[in-house]
């Protein structure tokens, strides 16, 4: 009677603490679905420009704008710029040099314009006005003809002035990304779009038309995307917040080239040699950084970087403990299918809670994606992510491998196949119709002349067969046309490729570390009244 008593009993509380954790992890996936949605639920099918007449009738001489007569569907932003935008960085040797002399911010005024009707015109009640600090950004883009811009909305004193722009959430800091290397001026907003979808968070981002204001006189400057910057905010990357007194905390990490911008972090792999690239902290600022949670913050990193790195099974094995494998697969396969072969050494975020693991993202910069190298032609029927730092590693895991291609599988039923994506190339391109005619016209010197390579992005010719190849284009639907061949020959063979890397795979590392214990815990419940049974 006891060891049946006993039997009873040990299932009872077996039955509960099982429960319990399954309640836990459903909360935990439930979490993450619901941080998903933040930016998921923002992208919604965009309209069809139906507007009639030329869309260049408003735009003068000098770009000089008809404030009387514009109007148009994408949304509208004035910039009243304070003086000149200064040139802070410099790069030699493949590092960002920053100007530490040099203020690169300057003060001015933006207004937001954003009717229900979905017709802007300038003559409309701005929906937003606010003071700002603003300065030029990008890396390679700082010295394009067409600026983008950081801003900081601020109110007296200088104070930060949150504003939910666009409906992406209030804010302080946004982006104004116009980037000449994309001539379809969609590589950036696909990705984004399709990446909500299938990551726990990505950019949130939305078109509009930009305009400078001076003296009364508003030049038309063309089509942007205002962006949110990748930043630590109950809207953006949801991670705690850090606590000074704390030497344990959650972080936000950038891996890049080298910038005094930001601070540098010696990683493991670095000081032995293993890497080239940086480890720039993002989060905690610079202004709340303490030497132990920075300390914190390098150890914890390189730990990561000891285990991928070890030739030694069982430390290697280890990782999972550590990382957010599903960020990492995800993060993988959206690169490796819009071939944005700068992720994963540069623009590269990683980021972590205090009491988590690693995550990859969010992903970021596709400007040159898309068969939009400037070196050399992107071919469609190899992989190139399997190369780049932290996945030259993962992928010796059978069992990584295999995520990666069950996860591709899935995603090829829902976001990632022709139709969908064409759908939503087809969408964007109409909404755009006049914006692109516009965007063109005021950037025709760089965007239609063979001849001019500097102070835009321009691809260099190749050689094929003995013969000189240009990679010039100078019509919108042929860009188009250039996307959507190559991601649909490209979508085609990611998982037989996958299938190939795998067969060099040296390593399973088994589990997740939910379901070993949740398998443990199985065991266990069979196993122990079956020992109390035998006792008797």
Known sequence: MNAKRDCLIFFAVASVLVCFLTVVIYMIDRKEEKVNQISAAYYTELPKDVSEGDPLAAIGEDFVTDVSSFSGNLPLVVLRIDGDLPQYKTFKDGMEIVDTEVDPWTTGQISLYDDPSGVNALTDQPVIVSDIRIKKRGHTSISFDKPQYYIKLTMDGGLENPQDIFGMGADDSWILGGNMADKSMLRNYLAYRVSAQVMEYAPRCCFCEVFTEDGGVYTYQGVYLMEESVRRSENRVQIDETQKDKV?????????RFTNYDTMLDTYARLEGLSDEWI??????????TEDNLAYIQEDFSKIERMLLSDNPSEYKSYPRYLDTASFVDYFLINEYFGNY???EHSTYMYKSSWGNLKIGPVWDFDQAMNNSVVDETDPYTLAMQDKEFFENLIKDST??????KRYSTLQTMYLNDDYIFGIIDETTEYLRSARAR???RWAGDYLDPEERHGNYHLDDYTKEGMTISRFNDDYDQEIYNIKTYLSLHGKVIQSELTAIERGCVYTTGLKGEMTMMFLITCALFAVPSILINRK
């Not at 344990?248 to 890049?256: F, H």
């Open 342 to 344: 700068d992720a994963g």
């Open 400 to 405: 990584f491998v295999g995520q990666l291609k």
């Open 439 to 441: 965007e063109w016209y």
């Open 280 to 289: 720039g902290v993002k989060y905690p600022s610079v202004a709340n950084q």
């Open 248 to 256: 344990y905390t959650s972080y936000l990490v950038r891996r890049d």
